[in-house]
């Protein structure tokens, strides 16, 4: 068992990879809250995108997407929107074969879709995300109220309608390319079959080459030799892997997934034990009710967790994302607010237990 019980934050993709290392190997991931993630986007394209507006990242105060359109906060104070429709030639690719918005493999799910501004929605998924979200309360770190019926539909619609499109596009990829591997419906012994005849060439072949990568970094944590490293935009490998190892094609969240973690594309938003509408009472600095950021102070707080892993700005590159962990609260809450862009998230990790800070 680990001596480290991390609450993580991630997109879904991210938080079906943490629930693939929980269910394969010895995590120390103990928490999951997941975002809820309509699409992401390429960093050095968004870079482009904005020079056709005379901007840079460095411009920007804030992203912020709604109504079709992503909305730049500007330093100077003024907004910029440019049309989701013109943005789309920059979503990842990996994006347009994702069926899922709301993170359903979470312990709690959050995002802004259905709540008012300065509000987030909540999804309580767990035993365990439910005692994090009554204690939260309980000590007045969050507010909560009730979803109304419309803003419920809004979410429900929303979510249905991004796994429909993307099934769609699925089936269009497939006609012509290789099967998505986490979309088949295979029985868990048969997954055991595949996964231990696979290595990184499979992973490669399955996965990266055909743009369904989502640069998460679940391959390169759990390599025991140290083989795969990422890059911006892909992992690869060097060397020769051992014969009986199977790890970044068992872990992978675009690779088969067991039953236990699948999940169910004609329920919209998952399974779930309720839904609320949630802000923070002590933080503003976040996205939206800064409710990711008010948990996981929570959960420090309590000693609940002995770190969060996190998402934040490099210091020296507008808006480029980079995961660390911390056990500092004030870090936390300067990693608040939405980086529209990809890092690998499960990279801190492997420092954490090799012991280097
Ligand atoms: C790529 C992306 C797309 C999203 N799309 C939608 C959407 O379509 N609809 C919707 O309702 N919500 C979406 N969200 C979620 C939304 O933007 C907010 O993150 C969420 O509502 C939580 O807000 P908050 O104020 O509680 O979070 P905060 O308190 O601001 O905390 C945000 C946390 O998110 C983490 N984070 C920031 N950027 C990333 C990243 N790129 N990858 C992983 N973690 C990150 C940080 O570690 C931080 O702890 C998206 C988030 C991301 C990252
Ligand atoms: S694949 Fe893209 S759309 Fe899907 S959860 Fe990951 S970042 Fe979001
Ligand atoms: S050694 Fe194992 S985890 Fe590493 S690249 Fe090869 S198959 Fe993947
Ligand atoms: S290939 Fe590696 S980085 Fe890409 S999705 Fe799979 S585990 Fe994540």
New binding site residues.
Partial sequence: MSEHKIAM???PC?IMAASKLQYYTDSPIDVKLG???????SYKYFGNLLKEYDLKMDDIEKFQ?DKGFVFLLLKTKETVKIPLSVAKRIIRKNCNICVE?TSETSDIS?????SDEGW??LIVRTKKGEEIVDGALKQNFIEAKDLTESQFKLLNR?AANKTNRNLETIEEREFFARPVLYQRDKSDDSINKEISESDFLDLKSNVIDVGACVLCGACEYVCPDNLIAIDDTKPRMKGKCPEDCHACFTVCPRTFIPEDLRNDNSKAIGEYIKILSVK?VR?T??????????L?DYLLTNNIVTE?L???KEDHLAWK?Y?KITKDIDE?VK?????????P?FKPLRNLEEGVE
Avoid at 335 to 343: D, L, N
Wanted: a negative charge; one cysteine or more.
């Fill in positions: 934050v991630g997109t991210e975002l809820f993630c309509m699409e992401n986007f997407i918005l959050i995002g802004s879709i259905g987030s929605t929303l923070s933080h600095q976040g996205q939206d009710g800064s409710i990711v950021t008010t996981l969060a996190i998402v934040d994302p995961a936390v990693s608040g607010g939405t980086k529209y862009s990809v890092c998230v």
